[in-house]
């Protein structure tokens, strides 16, 4: 229950963060690359390019289950052999919200069927995905 209620809250928090930077030195825009950078390398089944852009500690949650990063990719690994290794398609990703506070960021957006949020934090020279949520758009009521 709470995986749910962690979920529930990000989502309503990165929902209701407009696309702004409190630090000017950042630009939102870098969030939406690093979530659609994010996508791509999952469905390609890129695992050294996804182990790159998340911090060790990167943690996905979905349809309230908790997954570490050797989790998440033991989940793709297994779709992957499922597909005979074909990629997964690509989707149009649209709707960020995005909001930057120092080194954290935290966004939201719509990608055909699924309501995603994540929080990123900023690493040497980019930003690195902490914390990824995800949850069909019609289970989330949209």
């Given amino acids: 229950m709470k995986s749910i209620a962690g979920i529930a809250a990000a989502l309503i928090i990165a929902s209701a963060c407009t696309a ?5 030195q950042y630009d939102s825009g870098e969030i939406e690359a690093a979530a659609r950078q994010f ?7 890129n695992y050294e390019g996804l182990r790159e852009a998340t911090t060790p500690d990167f ?19 297994a779709m992957e052999a499922e597909r005979d290794g074909r990629p997964l398609g690509t ?9 930057i506070v120092g080194d954290v960021a935290y966004s939201s957006w719509l990608s055909d069927d699924w309501l995603e949020s994540s929080v990123f934090v900023r690493g040497e020279d980019r930003w690195l995905m902490d914390q990824a949520f995800a949850i069909p758009t019609e289970a989330a009521g949209e």
Avoid: C, N, V, W
Wanted: net charge negative; aromatic share 18%; hydrophobic share 35%.
């Fill in 20 to 24: 702004q930077s409190d630090d000017p």
């Fill in 39 to 45: 996508q791509d390398l999952a469905h390609t089944f």
């Fill in 59 to 77: 943690e996905f949650l979905i349809f309230g289950q908790r997954m570490t990063r050797d989790e998440f990719e033991t989940m793709l690994k």
């Fill in 91 to 99: 989707y149009e990703i649209f709707e960020f919200h995005t909001r």
